[in-house]
């Protein structure tokens, strides 16, 4: 059986199952774990299912899949996304960093960095960059969300407000046809803007996996945002739009 006709099937299989594994659908359709891993990839791409560890899951514009999935979703992409923007970050600057596994790949380019303030409500975030002696780091407080270390609510937005950064980093769940940045938790999104509101420069990193995706919050546009890295070029309507934004986009 060739992916055209097990692709159509896999989906079926997602919708009754919430989730497909790649052994399982080796083992359904006789075919090599390559090959189940092709065709999820193929399906990913095309935004009809997204990639988790061992398989995939029908994509949702209401509700973010876990924390420890989306950590090893396209790691190598963020990693190279990460570095790309970690050499746009001078030294003896302040600077936020928000919730998110790409801004984390962020702070992981950052432990050679010298004297740096950083501020974030991202405790992952706070933990890698503890190890990097010539960065302060201050954290926001606020609600602890568990499922991803995130601090979010009104204590959060308090605190990002008594500052004005050089730089914030910033990633987002998903991105709209029109260059709208969206993200699944509405507090998550509130402490985003003020961030936004807070800084003079603004870098967003998110892969292209973010343009087959839909959530229902609205952070801002990429209109609003200095630079943009990702690891694919935007489609060509959007790619114009920047250029009229003089948002610049970075492909690394």
Same mark, same amino acid.
């Given at each position: 059986?060739?992916?055209?006709?097990?692709?159509?099937?896999?989906? &079926?299989?997602?919708?009754?199952?919430?989730? #497909?594994? #790649?052994?399982?659908?080796?083992?359904?359709? /006789?075919?090599?774990?390559?090959?189940?891993?092709?065709?999820?990839?193929?399906?990913?791409?095309? !935004?009809?299912?997204? =990639? #988790?560890?061992?398989?995939?899951?029908?994509?949702?514009?209401?509700?973010?899949?876990?924390?420890?999935?989306?950590?090893?979703?396209?790691?190598?992409? $963020?990693?190279?996304?990460?570095?790309? +923007?970690?050499? =746009?970050?001078?030294?003896?600057?302040?600077?936020?960093?928000?919730?998110?596994?790409? %801004?984390?790949?962020?702070?992981?380019?950052?432990?050679?960095? =010298?004297?740096?303030?950083?501020?974030?409500?991202?405790? *992952?975030? @706070? *933990?890698?960059?503890?190890?990097?002696?010539? +960065?302060?780091?201050?954290? %926001?407080?606020?609600?602890?969300?568990?499922?991803?270390? !995130?601090?979010?609510?009104?204590?959060?937005?308090?605190?990002?407000?008594?500052? $004005?950064?050089?730089? @914030?980093?910033?990633? +987002?769940? @998903?991105?709209?046809?029109?260059?709208?940045?969206?993200?699944?938790?509405?507090?998550? #999104?509130?402490?985003?803007?003020?961030?936004? =509101?807070?800084?003079?420069?603004?870098?967003?990193?998110?892969?292209?996996?973010?343009?087959?995706?839909?959530?229902?919050?609205?952070?801002?546009?990429?209109?609003?945002?200095?630079?943009?890295?990702? &690891?694919?070029?935007?489609?060509?309507?959007?790619?114009?739009? +920047? /250029?009229?934004?003089?948002?610049?986009?970075?492909?690394?």
């Amino acid at each position: 059986m060739n992916q055209t006709f097990r692709h159509p099937e896999i989906l &079926d299989i997602a919708r009754r199952d919430g989730k #497909v594994t #790649v052994e399982g659908l080796a083992r359904h359709f /006789g075919v090599t774990l390559q090959t189940i891993r092709r065709d999820l990839t193929d399906l990913a791409d095309s !935004g009809r299912l997204e =990639r #988790v560890h061992g398989g995939a899951v029908l994509p949702s514009s209401t509700m973010n899949i876990g924390y420890e999935e989306r950590r090893t979703l396209h790691s190598n992409a $963020k990693a190279n996304i990460a570095k790309a +923007c970690a050499r =746009r970050i001078p030294n003896d600057i302040s600077i936020f960093l928000n919730i998110g596994t790409s %801004t984390e790949a962020v702070a992981m380019e950052l432990l050679s960095h =010298r004297n740096l303030l950083v501020v974030t409500n991202n405790m *992952n975030v @706070a *933990n890698i960059l503890a190890a990097n002696s010539d +960065c302060d780091v201050v954290v %926001t407080g606020g609600n602890l969300r568990r499922s991803d270390g !995130g601090l979010v609510g009104s204590l959060a937005i308090n605190t990002i407000r008594q500052f $004005k950064f050089d730089l @914030a980093v910033i990633g +987002c769940s @998903a991105m709209d046809e029109d260059g709208d940045i969206l993200d699944f938790d509405i507090e998550e #999104v509130g402490a985003s803007q003020a961030i936004l =509101r807070q800084s003079r420069r603004t870098y967003l990193v998110a892969d292209q996996s973010k343009f087959q995706r839909s959530a229902p919050a609205r952070i801002a546009s990429l209109s609003e945002i200095d630079t943009f890295f990702s &690891d694919a070029p935007l489609p060509g309507p959007l790619s114009e739009r +920047c /250029g009229q934004w003089t948002t610049e986009v970075v492909i690394s």
